[in-house]
């Protein structure tokens, strides 16, 4: 028998049930309004900490004595500023990523990306025809000026430097898959990784940029996936996040190693960002977002 649904809840119900639960909303106009302006459901991410622990080890629908409305406001604040904070940082180091892997294939040949022939064992299977297809798609779709040009002086076929362009993130870590190892090599040795850690690396950014994109939670997020790492010792920059690599902070720490491994300035923002967590929500601290003790002296960090 299929549960049924909850049933609908004015805004003004919304509130009467959060006091009812023991969280202190302040001024009752103000609270509507803020759920008029962010979907209860939406909230219920920020406020999920605040919900009271039982003895089984899971969360009560009450709440700890003291919480109030404005402390979740505050955390869902500072995520939107983080998501913001985020994409711009990692803006840079997905450009530098498709120049890079766009240059290395055009070396081994002009259209590489449509040469299976050259690529290696992993483009002459069922993944390298889905990749075709969805390439030839985002093809169609395009509409920037380079694709026309393409289309009226070479009936469509676009260099491999130019192909990286309109390739979402996730189509680009398959083609850098597909790649061969020396075309790996030349981009992997330019940031320091290897050819497993690049790929999962680009895996776990994906997933990143796009809870980004979609309005999505960083914070309080364990990600599913988490990236290869070089040996202890090796980066001893990420040896410091290494604990809190399915942790948000691990993740972006990994943005900031590559902006320093292309070249391109720390980020002040996402910095600036994490240092403005809401220090008055004290029963929620920063590890929640995988904050480190000593973060701030990491030269990723500390700028």
């Known amino acids: 028998m299929t549960p049924s649904l909850k049933g609908f809840k004015t805004y003004e119900q919304q509130v009467d049930l959060l006091i009812e639960r023991g969280?202190?909303?302040?001024?009752?106009?103000?609270?509507?309004?803020?759920?008029?302006?962010?979907?209860?459901?939406?909230?219920?991410?920020?406020?999920?900490?605040?919900?009271?622990l039982t003895t089984s080890g899971k969360r009560a629908d009450d709440?700890?004595?003291?919480?109030?409305?404005?402390?979740?406001?505050?955390?869902?604040?500072?995520?939107?500023r983080l998501r913001t904070a985020t994409f711009d940082a990692l803006a840079p180091v997905e450009l530098a990523l498709r120049?890079?892997?766009?240059?290395?294939?055009?070396?081994?040949?002009?259209?590489?990306?449509?040469?299976p022939e050259l690529l290696s064992s992993r483009a002459h299977g069922a993944s390298y025809q889905q990749w075709i297809a969805s390439y030839n798609g985002a093809l169609g779709r395009a509409r920037e000026d380079f694709v026309d040009h393409h289309k009226r002086r070479y009936g469509g076929t676009l260099p491999v430097?130019?192909?990286v362009e309109i390739l979402d993130w996730g189509s680009l870590t398959y083609?850098?898959?597909?790649?061969?190892?020396?075309?790996?090599?030349?981009?992997?040795?330019?940031?320091?990784?290897?050819?497993?850690q690049l790929r999962s690396w680009m895996k776990c950014l994906n997933l990143i940029r796009n809870t980004c994109a979609h309005h999505g939670r960083l914070f309080n997020r364990t990600h599913a996936l988490?990236?290869?790492?070089?040996?202890?010792?090796?980066?001893?920059?990420?040896?410091?996040?290494?604990?809190?690599?399915?942790?948000?902070?691990?993740?972006?720490?990994?943005?900031?190693y590559l902006r320093a491994?292309?070249?391109?300035?720390?980020?002040?923002?996402?910095?600036?960002?994490?240092?403005?967590?809401?220090?008055?929500?004290v029963r929620v601290p920063a590890s929640h977002v995988g904050v480190p003790q000593g973060w701030k002296d990491s030269p990723l960090w500390a700028i």
């Not at 202190?24 to 605040?50: C, H, M, T």
């Not at 892997?101 to 259209?111: Q, V």
């Not at 600036?272 to 929500?281: E, H, N």
């Open 23 to 52: 969280m202190d909303v302040g001024d009752r106009e103000k609270a509507i309004v803020q759920l008029q302006r962010v979907n209860y459901y939406r909230l219920s991410g920020y406020w999920y900490p605040f919900r009271r």
């Open 63 to 80: 709440f700890h004595p003291g919480t109030s409305l404005d402390e979740v406001v505050a955390l869902y604040d500072f995520d939107a």
């Open 99 to 115: 120049a890079a892997i766009g240059h290395a294939l055009g070396e081994l040949h002009e259209c590489a990306h449509l040469r």
């Open 161 to 163: 430097w130019a192909a």
């Open 175 to 196: 083609l850098f898959d597909f790649s061969p190892s020396t075309v790996q090599s030349q981009v992997v040795d330019a940031v320091g990784l290897s050819s497993p």
């Open 226 to 256: 988490t990236p290869k790492l070089p040996a202890p010792g090796q980066s001893p920059d990420l040896d410091l996040v290494r604990p809190v690599m399915n942790r948000t902070f691990g993740q972006l720490s990994l943005i900031q």
């Open 261 to 281: 491994q292309y070249g391109i300035p720390l980020s002040r923002m996402l910095s600036a960002v994490i240092r403005s967590y809401p220090t008055q929500v």
